[in-house]
């Protein structure tokens, strides 16, 4: 096979060797064969090198138990999944014979062994299928016919036969009963994601109706009084606020459905022939007031007439978010492009903007539901972030895509791509209302009413720095009607001026030396805190008082915000009362400080003069006082009619607590009975007719038997769970040395037949509910014996630490399985599990339920482990009576001796 200065040819070598080898590549086709190999399966190398095993070695087609190729199968899969050899346990498998020698099937059987060969990345680069024929051997122990001559030869080779037979029979059934395992995992995940998909539907099913029946008792109304004339200016322009952003808010609700529908597939697509052009052209059109408005340079391309068959109103919804998106941040005096061309069925649309553009770390995550570019206490642009979102989705749904990239404008350029196929015959007029619905055109004049940059004449006389008749209040709001609203709040005693902007607010403030500053928290360009920052930097408005408007009660904000300089706090929506209250009683203190102030000042003149002025300053101060305690009262009984308003919403989720508390138990009474009903049944059957069953039949029965257990078992866990995140705290001296041991007889009685050796150390009296806390002892020694059920003696220890304060520091270690440490923050979630329920039962809520019962008593718990090497969880309450252990100076906790006569198992 070699000559001198030559390397050996392996591969003749390999097809040389006495054992029977395929070599197969990943995909299962066979690279290599040994000839030994096709001595025994009777096959040419020719014939098979280059095909699929199972196309060339198929099953016994007259065999119908045959299982060969099947278990086959599973093993490469196994091994290339794991990357480790696999040995099969005996397989028939009967070879086809050729045709000189009659054709047909011979019944073999085989003992294989599949090897992986993996590249330098560990990847799998081919398998290495052995086999070895055992057929004399089987066929011997199947008939009994073994010469005597042959007896000898054949007892050792007979006895590593059988304990390989038993071997790997041992391995398949682990890896079935896997496999079984995996499935009902896989079953039991697709069920509850297919009820989290129905959840939601119905959620927003109802969202649809709650939200749309009030919308619609708004806008009806409204929409009658407006047209019944006879309205002033003001109501006029207060119905026509409703109004706007009544639809505004119908507009989001519907683009929530929308979404909705498209998530659960549920959206349905209507062909129409439709003029594409025209319906082009005419949802441009109403963005062309707009443009002029805003000085923006508007061009529509498109075809005359371009008759498609298609959804029109899909493709105006894509047309108009387009639209609106390219508008909204197209600065004034810019550039916006449409263009719509169709070629060979395809059509192309293109709108492009000269816009900041869209970076390109953002242009995939822009056409996520909710996602925006923009930072959210500063945005500029308005929106719920759906609008592209629903824009993709349409699209997918016709079979087109949209992409954004750069616009030779300098902004954004949006690309649509759609098939356009013809319309289904020649038409006269395009007759728009006969595909759209009669609300379309209203519907694109809310898209177009938040982008509008239209400004009403503000006045923006600012009083001088000398002297004002009336206080002057700063309004800093974004929003135009809301920020007409403050303004026309306030008291008509009260001078107004105002800004839409942070940095503006601060230039109008500087130059007209407002006496109170009203300022939204999210604003472009500058936000609240940010102009509160810029405020406070100037020394000439120290004394300025601030109110801040928020639309989330965010704590953290209101801290900081009251560290830099806020004076108060309003949040949307408020009552107009509430404000006038707290804009009147900062000015008054404003007031007061503004005279001590000068009073401080004067203080550096001349004594004599202070003298003479001091009454008449008194007299001020005292009026501004006595108006500081009207303005109190007011504040005090505005304060009352809100806690009482409190009162009343707290004893309404009491009556609804109870209500949830009996409907608990009512579906615990309801759930149970069949529940009963099933376990019972099923014990009477067993007890009365196993005699009657096979072994299928009985199994099934253990598996209806052991499901019901679970099922009472989960239920009185989730009872356990609701009555410890409901129940009020009854607070006492519990002695904890009692109460392990109460929970420790009734564990014994459940647990016959175990071997635990107990070691109890010297435990405190403490202050907590003995019964909850009965709960938490209790869960977590069931959950110590329960993990040592695979040793043969379980060691659960229990000792006491002292915390370093007023509290106490309980610890429970075993000998279990114990746990990889990464998860143990999983461990106290409600249903969250770090092993299967076949290696060791349970409900998922036996420690969610205990850490809620130690959060309720101001403790918590915790847990470390190693895997196979035990866990020890810890809890600590908040007050101890009595303390009898200490810890190390490490922290540790300190293992505590049991006491003198302990018993142990």
Same mark, same amino acid.
């Not at 050899?85 to 020698?101: N, W």
């Not at 810019?334 to 060979?344: D, F, P, S, W, Y």
């Given at each position: 096979?070699?000559?001198?200065?030559?390397?050996?040819?392996?591969?003749?070598?390999?097809?040389?060797?006495?054992?029977?080898?395929?070599?197969?590549?990943?995909?299962?086709?066979?690279?290599?064969?040994?000839?030994?190999?096709?001595?025994?399966?009777?096959?040419?190398?020719?014939?098979?090198?280059?095909?699929?095993?199972?196309?060339?070695?198929?099953?016994?087609?007259?065999?119908?138990?045959?299982?060969?190729?099947?278990?086959?199968?599973?093993?490469?899969?196994?091994?290339?999944?794991?990357?480790?050899?696999?040995?099969?346990?005996?397989?028939?498998?009967?070879?086809?014979?050729?045709? *000189?020698?009659?054709?047909?099937?011979?019944?073999?059987?085989?003992?294989?062994?599949?090897?992986?060969?993996?590249?330098?990345?560990?990847?799998?680069?081919?398998?290495?299928?052995?086999?070895?024929?055992?057929?004399?051997?089987?066929?011997?122990?199947?008939?009994?016919?073994?010469?005597?001559?042959?007896?000898?030869?054949?007892?050792?080779?007979?006895?590593?036969?059988?304990?390989?037979?038993?071997?790997?029979?041992?391995?398949?059934?682990?890896?079935?009963?896997?496999?079984?395992?995996?499935?009902?995992?896989?079953?039991?995940?697709?069920?509850?994601?297919?009820?989290?998909?129905?959840?939601?539907?119905?959620?927003?099913?109802?969202? *649809?109706?709650?939200?749309?029946?009030?919308?619609?008792?708004?806008?009806?109304?409204?929409?009658?009084?407006?047209?019944?004339?006879?309205?002033?200016?003001?109501?006029?322009?207060?119905?026509?606020?409703?109004?706007?952003?009544?639809?505004?808010?119908?507009?989001?609700?519907?683009?929530?459905?929308?979404?909705?529908?498209?998530?659960?597939?549920?959206?349905?697509?209507?062909?129409?022939?439709?003029?594409?052009?025209?319906?082009?052209?005419?949802?441009?059109?109403?963005?062309?007031?707009?443009?002029?408005?805003?000085?923006?340079?508007?061009?529509?391309?498109?075809?005359?007439?371009?008759?498609?068959?298609?959804?029109?109103?899909?493709?105006?919804?894509?047309?108009?978010?387009?639209?609106?998106?390219?508008?909204?941040?197209?600065?004034?005096?810019?550039?916006?492009?449409?263009?719509?061309?169709?070629?060979?069925?395809?059509?192309?649309?293109?709108?492009?903007?000269?816009?900041?553009?869209?970076?390109?770390?953002?242009?995939?995550?822009?056409?996520?539901?909710?996602?925006?570019?923009?930072?959210?206490?500063?945005?500029?642009?308005?929106?719920?972030?759906?609008?592209?979102?629903?824009?993709?989705?349409?699209?997918?749904?016709?079979?087109?895509?949209?992409?954004?990239?750069?616009?030779?404008?300098?902004?954004?350029?949006?690309?649509?791509?759609?098939?356009?196929?013809?319309?289904?015959?020649?038409?006269?007029?395009?007759?728009?209302?006969?595909?759209?619905?009669?609300?379309?055109?209203?519907?694109?004049?809310?898209?177009?009413?938040?982008?509008?940059?239209?400004?009403?004449?503000?006045?923006?006389?600012?009083?001088?720095?000398?002297?004002?008749?009336?206080?002057?209040?700063?309004?800093?709001?974004?929003?135009?009607?809301?920020?007409?609203?403050?303004?026309?709040?306030?008291?008509?005693?009260?001078?107004?001026?105002?800004?839409? *902007?942070?940095?503006?607010?601060?230039?109008?403030?500087?130059?007209?030396?407002?006496?109170?500053?009203?300022?939204?928290?999210?604003?472009?360009?500058?936000?609240?805190?940010?102009?509160?920052?810029?405020?406070?930097?100037?020394?000439?408005?120290?004394?300025?008082?601030?109110?801040?408007?928020?639309?989330?009660?965010?704590?953290?904000?209101?801290?900081?915000?009251?560290?830099?300089?806020?004076?108060?706090?309003?949040?949307?929506?408020?009552?107009?009362?509430?404000?006038?209250?707290?804009?009147?009683?900062?000015?008054?203190?404003?007031?007061?400080?503004?005279?001590?102030?000068?009073?401080?000042?004067?203080?550096?003149?001349?004594?004599?003069?202070?003298?003479?002025?001091?009454?008449?300053?008194?007299?001020?101060?005292?009026?501004?006082?006595?108006?500081?305690?009207?303005?109190?009262?007011?504040?005090?009984?505005?304060?009352?009619?809100?806690?009482?308003?409190?009162?009343?919403?707290?004893?309404?989720?009491?009556?609804?607590?109870?209500?949830?508390?009996?409907?608990?138990?009512?579906?615990?009474?309801?759930?149970?009975?069949?529940?009963?009903?099933?376990?019972?049944?099923?014990?009477?059957?067993?007890?009365?007719?196993?005699?009657?069953?096979?072994?299928?039949?009985?199994?099934?029965?253990?598996?209806?038997?052991?499901?019901?257990?679970?099922?009472?078992?989960?239920?009185?866990?989730?009872?356990?769970?609701?009555?410890?995140?409901?129940?009020?705290?009854?607070?006492?001296?519990?002695?904890?040395?009692?109460?392990?041991?109460?929970?420790?007889?009734?564990?014994?009685?459940?647990?016959?037949?175990?071997?635990?050796?107990?070691?109890?150390?010297?435990?405190?009296?403490?202050?907590?509910?003995?019964?909850?806390?009965?709960?938490?002892?209790?869960?977590?020694?069931?959950?110590?014996?329960?993990?040592?059920?695979?040793?043969?003696?379980?060691?659960?220890?229990?000792?006491?630490?002292?915390?370093?304060?007023?509290?106490?520091?309980?610890?429970?270690?075993?000998?279990?399985?114990?746990?990889?440490?990464?998860?143990?923050?999983?461990?106290?979630?409600?249903?969250?599990?770090?092993?299967?329920?076949?290696?060791?039962?349970?409900?998922?809520?036996?420690?969610?339920?205990?850490?809620?019962?130690?959060?309720?008593?101001?403790?918590?718990?915790?847990?470390?482990?190693?895997?196979?090497?035990?866990?020890?969880?810890?809890?600590?309450?908040?007050?101890?009576?009595?303390?009898?252990?200490?810890?190390?100076?490490?922290?540790?906790?300190?293992?505590?001796?049991?006491?003198?006569?302990?018993?142990?198992?």
């Amino acid at each position: 096979m070699t000559t001198s200065g030559d390397a050996p040819d392996f591969r003749r070598i390999f097809e040389a060797a006495p054992g029977l080898y395929l070599v197969l590549r990943p995909t299962l086709h066979i690279i290599a064969v040994s000839d030994a190999y096709l001595h025994a399966t009777k096959t040419a190398r020719d014939a098979i090198l280059g095909r699929h095993l199972f196309e060339v070695f198929p099953d016994n087609p007259d065999d119908p138990q045959a299982s060969g190729m099947r278990n086959l199968r599973i093993s490469l899969e196994r091994v290339l999944a794991d990357r480790v050899p696999d040995a099969m346990a005996v397989q028939k498998y009967d070879i086809r014979l050729p045709e *000189s020698e009659g054709g047909g099937f011979e019944e073999r059987y085989w003992s294989p062994v599949n090897t992986p060969v993996l590249d330098a990345d560990g990847s799998v680069n081919c398998i290495i299928h052995r086999v070895e024929d055992v057929t004399d051997f089987m066929r011997a122990r199947q008939h009994g016919k073994e010469q005597a001559r042959l007896a000898e030869s054949l007892r050792a080779r007979a006895e590593r036969v059988e304990a390989e037979i038993f071997q790997r029979a041992a391995e398949v059934q682990e890896a079935n009963r896997r496999l079984e395992s995996a499935n009902r995992e896989l079953s039991r995940l697709y069920a509850a994601s297919k009820e989290l998909d129905e959840l939601k539907t119905r959620f927003f099913s109802n969202v *649809s109706h709650e939200l749309r029946t009030p919308l619609t008792l708004i806008l009806g109304p409204v929409e009658r009084l407006l047209g019944a004339g006879g309205l002033d200016a003001e109501q006029l322009r207060s119905l026509e606020t409703i109004r706007r952003n009544a639809r505004s808010l119908l507009r989001h609700v519907n683009d929530l459905l929308d979404v909705a529908k498209l998530e659960a597939g549920k959206m349905t697509v209507r062909a129409d022939d439709v003029d594409l052009g025209h319906l082009t052209r005419l949802t441009a059109a109403y963005f062309e007031s707009l443009a002029q408005e805003r000085g923006i340079a508007f061009r529509v391309e498109a075809p005359a007439s371009l008759w498609v068959r298609t959804d029109a109103e899909k493709i105006q919804r894509v047309l108009v978010n387009l639209l609106a998106n390219a508008f909204k941040f197209t600065p004034d005096a810019g550039q916006v492009r449409l263009r719509l061309a169709c070629e060979a069925g395809c059509g192309s649309l293109e709108v492009d903007d000269s816009g900041p553009g869209v970076p390109p770390e953002l242009r995939d995550v822009i056409f996520e539901p909710f996602r925006q570019a923009e930072h959210a206490s500063t945005r500029r642009h308005g929106g719920t972030g759906l609008g592209l979102a629903i824009t993709r989705e349409f699209l997918e749904l016709l079979d087109g895509t949209v992409v954004v990239g750069d616009s030779t404008l300098g902004g954004a350029a949006f690309r649509v791509v759609l098939p356009l196929p013809p319309a289904s015959g020649p038409q006269a007029e395009f007759d728009i209302d006969a595909v759209l619905p009669s609300a379309a055109a209203v519907s694109v004049e809310e898209y177009l009413h938040p982008l509008s940059h239209r400004r009403e004449h503000e006045s923006r006389e600012a009083a001088g720095t000398g002297p004002r008749a009336s206080p002057l209040v700063l309004v800093v709001e974004d929003n135009r009607e809301m920020h007409h609203f403050i303004r026309d709040s306030l008291p008509p005693q009260l001078d107004s001026i105002g800004a839409f *902007s942070g940095r503006e607010g601060v230039e109008t403030a500087i130059a007209s030396r407002p006496d109170l500053i009203i300022s939204d928290v999210m604003m472009p360009d500058m936000s609240g805190d940010e102009l509160v920052q810029a405020i406070r930097g100037i020394r000439e408005f120290d004394y300025v008082p601030i109110i801040l408007l928020t639309a989330k009660a965010d704590d953290e904000l209101k801290v900081r915000m009251l560290r830099s300089g806020v004076q108060d706090f309003l949040t949307k929506p408020f009552l107009v009362a509430e404000l006038v209250a707290r804009v009147s009683n900062q000015l008054v203190m404003s007031h007061a400080r503004q005279i001590l102030q000068e009073e401080l000042a004067s203080s550096e003149a001349d004594v004599s003069t202070l003298a003479r002025d001091l009454a008449e300053r008194k007299r001020a101060l005292e009026a501004a006082l006595a108006e500081l305690r009207e303005r109190d009262a007011a504040l005090a009984r505005l304060n009352a009619e809100l806690e009482q308003r409190v009162l009343e919403r707290t004893e309404q989720l009491a009556a609804a607590n109870r209500d949830l508390e009996i409907f608990s138990y009512s579906v615990s009474h309801e759930l149970r009975a069949p529940v009963r009903h099933l376990i019972g049944f099923s014990k009477l059957l067993q007890d009365r007719h196993s005699h009657q069953l096979d072994e299928e039949a009985g199994s099934f029965l253990r598996f209806i038997a052991g499901g019901a257990r679970r099922m009472n078992e989960l239920m009185d866990a989730l009872l356990a769970l609701g009555r410890a995140s409901r129940a009020d705290l009854a607070w006492g001296d519990v002695d904890l040395d009692e109460l392990v041991a109460e929970v420790r007889a009734e564990i014994e009685q459940e647990a016959t037949g175990r071997r635990i050796d107990w070691r109890i150390g010297k435990l405190a009296r403490v202050r907590a509910d003995r019964r909850l806390l009965k709960v938490v002892v209790g869960n977590l020694l069931s959950n110590a014996v329960k993990y040592t059920k695979n040793r043969v003696v379980a060691q659960i220890e229990i000792g006491q630490a002292a915390s370093g304060d007023a509290g106490s520091h309980v610890w429970i270690r075993d000998n279990g399985v114990g746990f990889d440490p990464r998860h143990a923050g999983q461990l106290f979630g409600v249903f969250r599990r770090l092993h299967s329920q076949d290696e060791f039962e349970g409900s998922g809520l036996g420690l969610a339920t205990a850490h809620r019962i130690l959060q309720k008593h101001r403790g918590r718990l915790w847990a470390e482990a190693r895997p196979g090497e035990g866990a020890t969880f810890h809890f600590s309450l908040g007050e101890t009576v009595a303390a009898t252990a200490a810890s190390p100076a490490d922290g540790t906790p300190a293992p505590v001796a049991p006491q003198e006569g302990e018993q142990r198992r």
